[in-house]
């Protein structure tokens, strides 16, 4: 009995997960009502619980999971693609859709995850940039006009020995 509980609240917690993105995904002003629902229908067997996707609803019965599946990461759909999710001024998040200059803080605020494990989650090669490029690019300029990471030895050498 206990365990058809915990069932249960899994799987009320995926279906909440899966509403969240959905709604906020939803918030789009350029999202139609189809792709609302191709989505929804994308990310249901995403957050499903692990056996349930075979259950038997009249007998609660459920099918074991092959060994291949279950050892095969599981990627997820990016809500835009991923060709379009970086552009100059902006980077898509390909959970939710939503553009920003810096991506980590989103991540970890709104899903809960490190860069590592949203670059694994969509399959993305570790040097996939999760910054805006022009922001990176008036940021080194910044700090190369403010001599930022410059060490000067041949002014610190002459003042070492001009203190003796």
């Known amino acids: 009995m206990a365990a058809n509980k915990n069932m249960d609240d899994s799987k009320n917690q995926n279906k909440d997960a899966v509403a969240t993105i959905v709604a906020s995904y939803a918030q789009r002003s350029d999202v139609t009502p189809d792709q609302i629902v191709a989505l929804a229908a994308k990310l249901l067997p995403v957050f499903s619980v692990p056996g349930q996707e075979n259950a038997d609803p009249a007998t609660g019965a459920h099918a074991v999971a092959p060994d291949a599946e279950a050892t095969k990461p599981k990627t997820m759909v ?31 605020a709104e899903h809960g995850l490190t860069e ?21 690019k008036r940021k080194a300029a910044y700090a190369k006009k403010a001599g930022l990471g410059k060490y000067r030895r041949d002014t610190s050498a002459k003042e070492g020995l001009d203190a003796r």
């Not at 552009?87 to 991540?107: A, E, P, Q």
Request: glycine share 6%; net charge neutral; proline share 10%.
């Open 78 to 108: 990016p809500a835009i693609p991923i060709d379009q999710a970086v552009t100059d001024d902006k980077v898509y998040c390909l959970i939710c859709g939503k553009g920003f200059t810096m991506l980590k803080r989103h991540l970890k």
């Open 116 to 136: 590592d494990e949203y670059r694994k989650m969509f399959g993305l090669p570790d040097d996939f940039p999760l910054v805006a490029p022009n922001y990176s």
